[in-house]
């Protein structure tokens, strides 16, 4: 079963609404971690957050954790018609050979 | 924009041909990742690679082999494709293992007619 899943699959606003995504994991996991993909290209990587940590900030971009709720959130305020694009999130479970598990993506669209 | 190629960008091909697809990096990361990933869908792991000489595969079972022969470069080959084989197939690396951010490549999206 998915390690993380995205909610919700997809989400579409208007330029300068605030975006929130969510993501929920099942294990304990080292670090979090959200990547956006822009339509046929590869992943680029927006923000890590380690599991000892609460909140973290990037730009327009807030990640928040709740290690004891297996889940975390990211913000895009005032969002842009160029952050139109899948987001995805991505766990390293703690014991499972550090690898990352990617959740099914959250498609955003943001309207002009 | 990360340091990290993949060529071609699309291929359309007939069941049956041997293809090599081509990933490589200048950013000196030892560690290197092969997804595939269909339209919508989540990132599997297929291949990845702790440095030079070393490849092991991944959690999702694919018919495709890899080699690492020179750091920077981490090709991916199909001996016989089918049409099963179509998918976008992203490269990634990374300075560290897994945990550490990983950097793709703009991905090859394979057809195989």
């Known amino acids: 079963s998915q390690q993380g899943e995205e909610d919700p699959q997809a989400l579409s606003i208007q330029e300068g609404e605030n975006a929130t995504m969510n993501c929920s994991y099942k294990t304990s996991i080292n670090n979090l971690q959200w990547y956006r993909q822009n339509s046929g290209r590869g992943l680029v990587h927006l923000i890590l957050i380690r599991s000892n940590e609460r909140e973290k900030h990037s730009g327009r971009l807030r990640v928040t954790l709740d290690t004891s709720k297996k889940s975390s959130s990211l913000l895009i305020t005032a969002s842009r018609a160029a952050d139109t694009a899948s987001y995805f999130c991505?766990?390293?479970?703690?014991?499972?050979?550090?690898?990352?598990?990617f959740g099914k993506g959250i498609t955003l669209s943001v309207r002009p | 924009e990360a340091d990290i190629y993949q060529t071609p960008r699309y291929l359309v091909i007939g069941t049956g041909k041997k293809i090599t697809l081509e990933c490589s990096q200048t950013?000196?990361?030892?560690?290197m990742y092969w997804y595939q990933q269909d339209p919508g869908m989540e990132l599997h792991l297929i291949h990845y690679?702790?440095?030079?000489?070393?490849?092991e595969k991944g959690d999702l079972s694919s018919e495709s082999t890899v080699s690492r022969i020179r750091t920077e470069h981490f090709p991916l080959t199909l001996e016989s494709a089918r049409p099963s084989h179509t998918s976008q197939y992203l490269c990634?690396?990374?300075?560290?293992?897994?945990?550490?951010?990983?950097?793709f490549g703009p991905g090859t999206r394979l057809t195989v007619l």
């Open positions: 990634a690396s990374s300075e560290y293992w897994g945990s550490d951010t990983q950097y």
């Open positions: 991505a766990t390293d479970q703690t014991g499972a050979n550090s690898k990352l598990t």
């Open positions: 950013m000196g990361h030892d560690k």
């Open positions: 690679s702790y440095g030079v000489n070393s490849t």
